[in-house]
């Protein structure tokens, strides 16, 4: 079976997205980024990290983002890994028929469990990637993520979508599994959760 990843670009302050799933600071990022030191030859980092997943596990709140933001964001954010993945994305809704009229994603309504063991059917030996953190935070408090794929961008937003919120707290250990090639300036790293 595939391996279940949480991967996601945050800033040093532990946001996702700036409020109302803004993701405009991230074109912003990527652009200066881009300028102060062009990637090495070779295949694009985004490209590389795009080609192992087959099925991408959203949630609605980051789903109507999208749609509402359409007009307004780049290349790098209207879509998965900026265009450059091609597969199964998976919306957790609980109005899956709102989302009917769209033939691009699968609207499921069920637990993630569930949707796990459903993504894994798609999936077949293929990577499934979750890129909502409230989704990943049931995956991980079932147990469920196998990696964590984290790459920090140099901005503090304030406020926004939390990386990892839970009310009064929870742990979860995580172990080094070591770095992602070529994103060492957004200090990229694997991580593995510790289960108990």
């Known amino acids: 079976m595939g391996t279940v ?4 670009t945050a800033s040093i302050d532990g ?6 799933h803004d ?10 980024e881009a300028a102060a030191s ?20 959203s949630g609605r ?7 509402a933001q359409r007009e307004t ?10 265009g450059a993945w091609s597969g199964t994305e998976i919306i957790l809704t609980h109005r899956p028929e ?23 059917e798609i999936a077949g030996e293929g990577e499934i990637q979750i890129i909502s953190a409230d989704i990943a935070r049931q995956a991980l408090e079932a147990g469920l993520v196998d990696e964590i794929q984290v790459m920090c961008a140099p901005v503090l937003l ?8 839970v009310p009064g707290g929870r742990r979860v250990d995580v172990e080094l599994v070591g770095p992602i090639p070529r994103a060492e300036r957004a200090f990229g790293r694997v991580y593995r959760p510790l289960r108990r």
């Open 61 to 67: 709140r980051g789903y109507d983002a999208a749609l």
């Open 5 to 8: 990843v949480w991967g996601f």
């Open 23 to 32: 993701m405009s600071w991230l074109e912003e990022i990527a652009a200066r």
């Open 158 to 165: 304030g406020d926004g979508t939390r990386l990892f919120e």
């Open 98 to 120: 709102e989302l009917a009229g769209d033939d691009t994603v699968l609207a499921w309504d069920c637990d993630v469990r569930e949707a796990l063991r459903r993504a894994q």
């Open 38 to 57: 062009p990637e090495p030859e070779g295949p694009d980092l985004t490209a590389t990290l795009a080609a192992p997943v087959a099925v991408i596990i």
């Open 15 to 20: 946001f996702l997205a700036a409020p109302g």
């Open 73 to 82: 964001r780049g290349e790098l954010t209207s879509e998965a890994y900026g």
